[in-house]
């Protein structure tokens, strides 16, 4: 028995019963699960993976290490470090069946619906049954092949065949580029991954547990949560923070910017999260990656952040609308050479790790996820037949 495994069925025995607090829409303060994989504390400002501090993950492990602590419940030893790298290596391939779709694929197709589209076909051909973490470890090392190809077709270019020493963050820049990947690109990226990596029941997450919980496939479970991440209330909004960095750039000043959009209904991006209410722990350490990364465009975001957490405060006093993760992340993604409609795509590079680990903890101790929901309609509504209507 995995030491997945062996916690998710002790957890399972302290399982609370169902939150009773009022429903304000969206189940917000509704408990719907259980979970040994990560805990997000929103009024601490605090994040853990399975007992580790984020900011302890974020500055000292590589983003391998991360995905076996979620899989596996552990940080894994050299040995364990090596095997893991070695099964990632050997999966780092798109199968010609998919390539052929990703090639027929217009060039002006959004990079999400790519990787949902190649991601669905790869496990038409790869997975079956029920989800295991093999299974987990083939798929997350499937999705930078399958969206660097689609890249560099787009660019007129032939896809690349991995490399198997790079590790996971370095590979996914030589497969966009072609090029060595810089040290501190790589750097910066794999920290980017390991802070993304999980973040509780989140929209997509909770998309794969409930597609999980009918006993589906594992694909058709991670397929599911990349159409929740793309939205834009969810994981699709970091390239719209970069959008308004240069549109800030262009104006009188960061104030006078922010304090009409507002001042008019308009939405200021990489602020405000709805469990956080206080900075994102994500963002604090995204921060100083990028303050590292690009001081000069650093100085303007910093500006714009310390701006609009006044302004904000100000305006719409008592909301609570600090830096989630998506401002700074914009920055670094930027750093490193990734296009903005490639940075919600990279964050499910990331988040595969913690969707796998989510699925495979529900289907060790599963029981369907079936809702109810409070009926508004009418209650008798008289019948009229076809003709008479």
């Known amino acids: 028995m995995s030491t997945m495994q062996s916690n998710t069925e002790n957890t399972s025995k302290d399982t609370p019963t169902p939150a009773t607090k009022p429903n304000k829409g969206g189940l917000e303060g509704i408990v719907a699960a259980t979970t040994a994989i990560s805990k997000v504390e929103g009024t ?10 984020i900011h302890d993950l974020a500055r000292h492990t ?9 899989w596996f419940d552990k940080l894994p030893n050299q040995t364990e470090l090596t095997q893991l790298h070695s099964k990632l290596a050997a999966q780092r391939t798109v199968p010609t ?19 949902r589209t190649a991601v669905s076909a790869w496990g038409a051909l790869s997975t079956s049954g029920t989800p295991t973490q093999d299974q987990a470890i083939a798929l997350t090392a499937s999705l930078p092949p399958l969206l660097a190809a689609f890249q560099r077709l787009r660019n007129g270019k032939e896809p690349l065949e991995s490399r198997p020493e790079l590790g996971h963050a370095a590979n996914y820049l030589y497969l ?28 997509s997450t909770f998309t794969g547990r409930v597609i999980a919980s009918t006993g589906s496939d594992i694909t058709s479970s991670v397929t599911g949560a990349i159409g929740a991440l793309k939205g834009p209330l969810h994981g699709g909004a970091p390239s719209k923070v970069l959008d308004m960095l240069h549109a800030i750039a262009k104006a009188e000043s960061p104030e006078v910017w922010l304090l009409d959009a507002i001042t008019h ?16 722990p994500r963002a604090e350490e995204l921060r100083e990656m ?51 409609d490639l940075f919600t795509p990279t964050f499910a590079i990331s988040r595969v790790s913690g969707w796998t680990a989510h699925i495979l903890e529900q289907v060790n101790n ?9 009926y508004t309609g009418p209650d008798q509504a008289k019948f009229v037949p076809l003709n008479e209507r």
């Open 62 to 70: 590589t983003f391998e290490e991360i995905m076996y602590l979620l």
């Open 290 to 340: 990028a303050r590292v990364a690009d001081p000069k465009a650093f100085k303007l975001s910093r500006e714009v952040e310390t701006t609009a957490i006044r302004l904000l405060e100000e305006e719409k006093p008592g909301r609570k609308l600090y830096t989630n993760v998506e401002f700074y992340s914009a920055a670094l993604l930027s750093f490193v050479g990734l296009p903005g």
């Open 265 to 280: 209904g308009g939405r200021i991006m990489g602020f405000g999260h709805r469990v956080y209410k206080t900075t994102d």
């Open 176 to 203: 966009l580029t072609g090029e060595e990947p810089k040290e501190e690109h790589v750097q910066g990226l794999n920290s980017y991954l390991v802070l993304l990596a999980d973040h509780g029941m989140n929209a």
């Open 44 to 53: 601490a400002g605090r994040l853990i993976y399975r007992g580790y501090n």
């Open 366 to 374: 599963n029981r369907l996820i079936r809702p109810e929901a409070d």
């Open 97 to 115: 069946p998919v390539m052929e779709i990703i090639r027929l694929l217009p060039k002006d197709t959004d990079p999400m619906d790519v990787l």
